[in-house]
């Protein structure tokens, strides 16, 4: 992290209405004044939507984050040209004091929900409260802990917050980086239901008329299976401006066609049904790159930008209880360790990946270049060493069908589930099934309805409903890019040990846990870049997700769209747009 990043300015006192935020035309390929309004942008998801309850959501483009998610972060965001952070919902930077513990933050004034009030300290106060109660269940509850303690928020009057962390943290700004929801719409619920009373509220059948939102889109209707409407909400251009003057969003309206799988969506793109398409294959770019040079298809192509901030992996249910024998081979990191020899990544990469990817052995995805080390132990394609180790653990003999046993007679075998539609994951689940067949271990694969998946992941206590899952994760930043919820003990997504208590199991997820926030605690860029090494050397030897392969990021939009970055600001951390519909604009 940039040292300049702790430096605190003088706040001013004076109690007018803040300027808006606006973007900086320095960013844009274009001139802001060749940037037109109106219009509709089409999109597409995957998967029926769960809730529009932004508490309880875990998805990765859920509703309520494609209708809150400003896609410049909450109260600060990064300067893509420098990785600085600059104020965006805050008026200017905070004041910081106690040895980079304490922050103190002006709310910009003028910002409003969708309904027209005002977005005040209670609104972050109250947002803060309900994601911070472990009954709530909320994704985001991890990012607002340290080390086990807590990270406190407090009103100093309706446009001042007072942050103070138990320690200084290197990704301070990411965590106080939160959309704030309306505490005239949860605060009642709140204070008198709690978090029952907050879990139940904004289901995916909700009226749209009733979902207040903080940000650029409100919800419109929404049809299972079908569609998904959103229209712009008018009080976010208050605060949100252009280089020009002119209003964000400059679309009125995003709607999003609900696909059955990734090939459904490419038809749909080469079509003109769709604006843009999240192409992960070679072929597909070779089928985009053919429409547009025949004239079927006016859109812009640019493949292999940079590696995605992303990857497959398979986990190991640790907490099945119900199956003593299992959760004993689950648990045995030898065997964890096989696994990963079994995963034949760059066959995964040719045939479903299209030859465009990259082998994935950590969390640290590969567009994070400064954590990447090639101290990091790789359990690399190696069917003999599986074979070892899985002898080591006593399954060393085949039966009739050519399946490993062990002395008892217990065929080594486990299931196997991924997400139906995605075909990608379908593929990678079969590669592995068949390399895993060859060394004698028995893998039912099945894929199944994507919210039941999740909802199995995301269970708790002793015994879990699943053997293994083949899902991903995407995101992370470049300052201390280790999932808060992912790798400490008791992160709703440390999903291969999940149990009540949220304990660590073993040394080695204790020793993760430790470097973890001794990490993020750390705040000059080249010291915690050498715990990133070992946080990541731990991480690879325990083997929790066997991190499979991730997608390479390839830009392709309808030639019909403007509102890009510059092209040296394109990555997949980044993205090509500072937000997907923010910027966006029909030509």
Avoid at 200 to 227: E, F, K, L
Avoid at 301 to 319: A, G, K, R, Y
Avoid at 324 to 352: E, P, T, Y
Avoid at 559 to 566: A, C, D, F, Q, V
Wanted: charged content about 20%; overall charge positive.
């Amino acid at each position: 992290m940039k040292k300049a990043l702790f430096l605190a300015l003088a706040l001013g006192a004076g109690s007018s209405l803040a300027a808006p935020f606006v973007l900086p035309a320095t960013w844009m390929a274009e001139n802001p004044s060749q940037a037109k309004t109106g219009g509709e942008v089409r999109t597409y998801s995957l998967s029926d939507y769960k809730t529009l309850n932004p508490f309880t959501s875990s998805e990765a483009d859920s509703l309520p984050d494609l209708m809150s998610d400003v896609g410049l972060g909450g109260l600060f965001t990064q300067d893509p040209s420098t990785d600085k952070f600059i104020p965006h919902m805050a008026d200017a930077m905070p004041v910081v004091s106690n040895n980079n513990k304490r922050f103190v933050v002006k709310i910009r004034q003028g910002m409003k929900f969708s309904d027209g009030q005002a977005i005040t300290a209670d609104d972050f106060v109250t947002t803060f409260k309900i994601h911070t109660d472990d009954k709530v269940g909320s994704n985001s509850y991890d990012s607002f802990f340290l080390n086990g303690k807590p990270i406190t928020l407090k009103k100093i009057d309706n446009y001042t917050l007072q942050f103070d962390f138990p320690q200084a943290s290197a990704s301070a700004y990411t965590r106080m980086a939160f959309i704030p929801w309306p505490d005239h719409v949860f605060g009642p619920v709140y204070s008198s239901k709690g978090a029952e009373g907050i879990k139940n509220m904004w289901g995916i059948s909700a009226n749209p008329s009733t979902i207040v939102s903080p940000g650029p889109w409100v919800i419109s209707s929404y049809q299972a299976g079908q569609r998904a409407v959103l229209k712009k909400n008018p009080y976010f251009g208050e605060w949100n401006k252009d280089g020009a003057g002119k209003a964000l969003p400059y679309l009125d309206t995003m709607s999003i066609r609900l696909l059955k799988d990734l090939n459904a969506g490419l038809a749909a793109y080469l079509a003109g049904q769709i604006d843009t398409f999240a192409a992960s294959k070679a072929d597909d770019l070779a089928q985009i790159k053919r429409a547009i040079d025949g004239g079927n298809l006016k859109a812009n192509l640019v493949p292999n930008v940079s590696p995605n901030s992303t990857s497959s992996w398979i986990v190991f249910n640790w907490n099945k209880s119900g199956d003593a024998a299992k959760q004993k081979i689950f648990r045995d990191v030898r065997f964890r360790q096989a696994m990963s020899h079994i995963a034949n990544r760059q066959a995964m990469i040719q045939l479903a990946l299209g030859g465009l990817g990259s082998e994935v052995y950590t969390g640290v995805y590969p567009v994070f270049k400064n954590y990447q080390f090639d101290s990091t132990p790789k359990y690399k394609y190696d069917l003999a060493a599986a074979t070892k180790l899985l002898a080591q653990m006593g399954f060393s003999k085949k039966n009739a069908q050519g399946y490993l046993t062990n002395s008892a007679g217990q065929v080594l075998e486990f299931n196997l589930a991924t997400n139906a539609g995605n075909t990608v994951r379908e593929q990678l689940g079969r590669i592995f099934t068949d390399e895993a067949k060859k060394v004698g271990v028995k893998v039912n694969f099945t894929p199944i309805d994507f919210n039941n998946l999740v909802d199995q992941l995301n269970s708790k206590g002793a015994n879990r409903p699943f053997d293994a899952i083949l899902l991903g994760l995407s995101g992370g930043d470049n300052i201390w890019p280790y999932g808060s919820n992912v790798v400490p003990c008791g992160g709703n997504l440390h999903s291969f040990n999940v149990p009540s208590d949220g304990k660590c199991l073993t040394p080695q997820e204790s020793l993760m846990t430790k470097l973890y926030y001794q990490g993020d605690q750390t705040l000059d860029d080249d010291a915690r870049r050498k715990i990133g090494e070992q946080l990541s050397k731990a991480e690879a030897q325990n083997q929790g997700f066997i991190y499979l392969v991730g997608t390479n990021y390839h830009v392709t939009y309808n030639s019909r769209l403007g509102g890009e970055y510059k092209r040296n600001l394109w990555d997949a951390y980044n993205g090509s747009r500072p937000y997907a519909q923010l910027t966006t604009y029909i030509k």
